[in-house]
Nanobody, 126 residues
Framework: QVQLVESGGGLVQAGGSLRLSCAAS????????MAWFRQAPGKEREFVGN????????SYVDSVKGRFTISKDNAKNTMYLQMNSLKPEDTAVYYC???????????????????WGQGTQVTVSS
């Protein structure tokens, strides 16, 4: 059984940093894509970014480019989201996702990811 477990959320002031982790167990994603999504209260779940597990290639939504960085540790089967220069509008529950069944052009679609973590709250105060 695949399990994704996020950690690292919390409360931070605007301009601060946080690093989220997503530890995967039950399978590896060596030939797959993993992603981060977020959902703010009253809003739809939003794609944040993704990483190709084999190539390490990443992509991001425009609103976080230059501030957020996704990385991975193959040995630990763990994905990270380094968030710098945080803004109040980054406040949301952050989810990691794996088991992607689409292609590059559909990587932002949450319904194409089979496995999800439980989410971790990130709150940025102004």
């Amino acid at each position: 059984q695949v399990q994704l477990v996020e950690s690292g959320g919390g409360l931070v002031q605007a301009g601060g940093s946080l690093r989220l982790s997503c530890a995967a167990s039950g399978r590896t994603f060596s030939n797959n894509v993993m992603a981060w999504f977020r959902q703010a209260p009253g809003k739809e779940r939003e794609f944040v970014g993704n990483i190709n597990w084999s190539s390490g290639t990443t992509s991001y939504v425009d609103s976080v480019k230059g501030r957020f960085t996704i990385s991975k540790d193959n040995a630990k089967n763990t994905m990270y989201l380094q968030m710098n220069s945080l803004k109040p509008e980054d406040t949301a529950v952050y989810y990691c996702a794996g088991g992607f069944s689409g292609n590059y052009w559909s990587r932002t679609r949450s319904e194409l990811y089979s496995y999800w973590g439980q989410g971790t709250q990130v709150t940025v105060s102004s």
